[in-house]
């Protein structure tokens, strides 16, 4: 194994330097594969940001970078479970981190290169002691790491091939259009050659012939330049029909890039927005916008070299090459045209940083960022093109509707696109812009508009809510170039702009609902006016997209068909807008449960341990035939600032009986864990004997199993005794006279011990269970 090998370069093999060595395993470490962490670094910026998520407070990415190929070759699962596999696996990532640190001494590169020594002491510093930790987190790591490349490949689908083939073909014509553009320069640059040797003869060798032979002989010379003549006309019109079929050619991948491969691209945007892991990378479109748009360029500069050359040398055939050459200059430059407006896109919607996670939502007074590129990434325009941002440019909606709100952006400079980015592209970032509202016109002008246009009466009348109210930023250039001039502009997808962050959750539905219909230019700003319905099978897709953002799991079909049976009541199948969010609709009690998740439950959503969604009779009947102490985690159908609660089932004296227990909140689980409080929750009896009714989670996986790796056996904010302001006090104090809460059990908080309980066994007597006092008592480190 490579791995084992980098332990011998410590000591050194016979006869073989151990930097040597080192050089060596390192260059063929890298050769030999493309480790899992350079396929993620190849993903869209919102898996990324699942990747992100996974290592965020338990484990430096930069190690992880650093070290990937290493990482990826030891057998974590083994060593998670295994204390000497833990220690081999460790000490061999040190002993690789002191070569390299050794290595970067000896080239005097310390500075130059990753801090190999921060990593050796982070890695000592908090794994020595316990390796075992190291290999759960690294094990753990790199298993939703593989989840999150095959959600991507799932999410592309079976299409990804079909995709990956058409892409294939378009760059067989985009380097077949290259190749063609290669023999047209060559012919026009013998062209070159032809007439000037023929200008040669016809201004040098008549006179020759004239003096040395005579006039008898001067016909032989006509002759002769008769026949290069000739030649020379063929060739061009050969060289002619050349530029019309690489036209021809280039007009097919003009408009497949520009009516097809673009607006595919924007369509995936527009799902990406919203949480599907589609991929958006620009990295195709540029290079054939690029390729093609500089093939364009050099035609019309042969077209040039033929005109001027025609011009040069006075050839006869110019009356009869003119015309056509100046319709193939014309219909170079109409595609030339054609392709670069279509250039310039938004590559980032707008987002502010406070909501990564959701873009298109914009907040007055905060700002955002929006970045641009101009797609023929080509030295000529380099600095040549400045972009200017306008807010709802040419909408007609801030005219004619009633309330329709205004804004102007702060900070709204123009920004030249250059090549400073990484990747060499045309790129302009707005990273300062933020929205002022600007101040209601009076009654004057709706009025004069009405006795202008009776027409748009009913529109005067309209009145949108703020987070149904949609409006664009348009980026506006202009191009000139070689005779080419052309406008061009690039418009944001709509926006909701808010003012308050009460407004948020109402936002994000009103984008997910705009983006997942399939929309045209020029887009409906008034779509919520009377908007569309959304099919079951659209609005399933974008509400899993959610979870997986999110918590980094999509929703099952099981999860999904508990809520298709809460949302859809339309005989069709349909979900309407003011089911799903106006009027305290289902989506605030989903954005409820997404905040809980965010907040307090990513790793056990993650792992699968949370059903969720599942109703009460539904619980019931897959818990009534499961073992004593069989529970599962739901959230609450009432609490619709997301809550959890979980239900387990008990068998006694023939009759089985499933409780459940109040929902913790949001609140509550800031104070204390769900598996601290899984782990340390028990039933008190009347004579206060206690016993812990939770064993394992459904279906039959030991409560430990599931949850162990996240016990931490303290709640920081509770003392002995508790004080009357604590918190948890307070809950212990108005829990503790409350009966069942709609059918759920009560519990109370009881402060004693320092040390958790072990786990009960799976034979807990379970014999009078009912005549106890049921309550939920939390531990201070341990739980009565």
């Known amino acids: 194994m490579i791995h084992n090998a980098l332990c011998y370069g410590s000591i050194g093999l016979s006869g073989f330097p151990s930097v040597l060595l080192f050089r060596l395993v390192t260059l063929l470490v890298f050769l030999l594969q493309m480790s899992q962490w350079q396929e993620l670094l190849r993903l869209d910026p919102a898996l990324q940001g699942q990747v992100s998520q996974l290592y965020e407070k338990r484990f430096p990415r930069e190690i992880r970078h650093c070290l990937c190929i290493l990482i990826e070759s030891q057998d974590w699962d083994s060593a998670a479970v295994d204390e000497n596999k833990a220690s081999t696996c460790f000490y061999t990532l040190l002993v690789y981190l002191e070569e390299q640190w050794n290595l970067s001494m000896q080239e005097n590169s310390i500075l130059q290169g990753p801090d190999f020594s921060g990593m050796k002491n982070y890695l000592l510093r908090h794994f020595q002691d316990n390796p075992l930790n190291l290999a759960k987190i690294l094990s753990d790591c790199l298993r939703e790491e593989s989840k999150i490349l095959a959600s991507s490949s799932k999410a592309q689908g079976c299409d990804s091939s079909a995709m990956e083939q058409k892409w294939r073909e378009l760059d067989n014509k985009v380097n077949e259009l290259q190749r063609q553009s290669l ?203 400045k972009v200017k941002p306008v807010f709802d440019k040419d909408v007609d909606e801030a005219k004619t509707v009633k309330g329709f709100r205004q804004f102007d952006i702060n900070w709204a400079d123009s920004k030249v696109l250059d090549m400073d980015t990484p990747d060499g592209g045309l790129v302009a970032e707005f990273g300062h812009m933020s929205l002022k509202e600007r101040k209601a016109k009076g009654k004057g002008t709706n009025e004069s508009l009405l006795l202008l246009k009776p027409s748009l009466f009913l529109l ?153 969604f599942v109703s009460r009779k539904k619980t019931q009947v897959l818990l009534e035939k499961k073992q004593t102490g069989t529970f599962l985690l739901r959230f609450s159908e009432t609490n619709r600032d997301g809550a959890i609660t979980f239900s387990w089932v008990e068998h006694s004296n023939g009759e089985t009986r499933v409780h459940a227990v109040e929902p913790y909140s949001k609140q509550e689980l800031a104070a204390i864990s769900l598996p601290d409080i899984i782990y340390q929750y028990s039933l008190r009896a009347q004579k206060n004997m206690t016993r812990h009714p939770l064993l394992y989670l459904y279906p039959d996986i030991h409560k430990d199993k599931a949850f162990g790796r996240y016990y931490t056996g303290i709640v920081s904010c509770l003392t002995f005794p508790p004080r009357p302001n604590d918190f948890i006090y307070q809950m212990l104090k108005c829990q503790h006279t409350k009966k069942d809460v709609d059918g759920y059990v009560n519990r109370r908080l009881v402060c004693f011990s320092d040390t958790p309980p072990p786990s009960p066994h799976r034979e807990t007597d379970v014999k009078g269970v009912m005549d106890m006092e049921t309550d939920t008592s939390w531990w201070a480190g341990g739980v009565q």
């Open 183 to 385: 023999e047209v320069k060559k012919e026009i640059k013998s062209l070159e050659a032809l007439n000037e040797k023929l200008d040669f003869i016809q201004k040098t060798w008549q006179s020759q012939v004239e003096h040395w032979i005579g006039l008898a002989q001067s016909s032989v010379v006509e002759e002769e330049c008769l026949k290069r003549a000739n030649f020379i006309t063929q060739t061009k019109q050969m060289a002619l029909q050349q530029i019309v079929n690489i036209l021809t050619l280039a007009e097919q991948i003009v408009l497949t890039i520009t009516d097809v491969e673009l607006p595919e691209w924007k369509r995936r945007q527009q799902l990406a927005c919203i949480g599907s892991p589609a991929d958006t990378s620009l990295d195709h479109l540029q290079k054939w916008f690029s390729m093609v748009a500089d093939v364009l360029l050099r035609v019309r500069e042969q077209l040039q070299k033929l005109q001027d050359q025609n011009e040069k040398y006075s050839s006869t055939d110019v009356s009869t090459l003119s015309a056509p050459m100046a319709e193939i200059e014309k219909f170079a430059l109409c595609l030339l045209t054609k392709l670069l407006s279509n250039a310039l896109v938004v590559e980032k919607q707008p987002v502010m940083s406070s909501l990564p996670q959701r873009p298109l939502i914009l907040k007055t007074g905060v700002r955002f960022t929006v970045t641009l590129r101009f797609l023929a990434n080509l030295p000529e325009f380099k600095c040549l093109l």
């Open 460 to 612: 005067h009348q309209s009145r949108l809510g703020v987070t149904e109210e949609l409006h664009i930023i348009k980026f506006a250039t202009g191009l000139q170039h070689a005779g080419l001039k052309c406008d061009i502009e690039a418009s944001s997808l709509p926006v909701v702009v808010i003012s308050s962050t009460n407004q948020v959750p109402s936002a994000w539905a009103s984008v997910m609902w705009c983006n997942t219909l399939p929309t045209s230019e020029p887009r409906n700003l008034l779509l919520f006016e009377d908007p569309p319905p959304l099919t079951w099978q659209q609005l399933s897709k974008v509400l899993s997209w959610q979870f997986l953002t999110i918590g980094q799991r999509e929703l099952d079909k099981n999860q999904l068909s508990t809520l298709r049976d809460k949302i859809v009541d339309d005989p069709n199948g349909l979900v309407h807008w003011n089911k799903f969010s106006k009027n305290d609709g289902v989506w605030i009690w989903i954005d409820g449960i997404l905040d809980l998740i965010k907040k307090h439950l990513v790793d056990l959503w993650r792992d699968g341990s949370i059903m969720g």
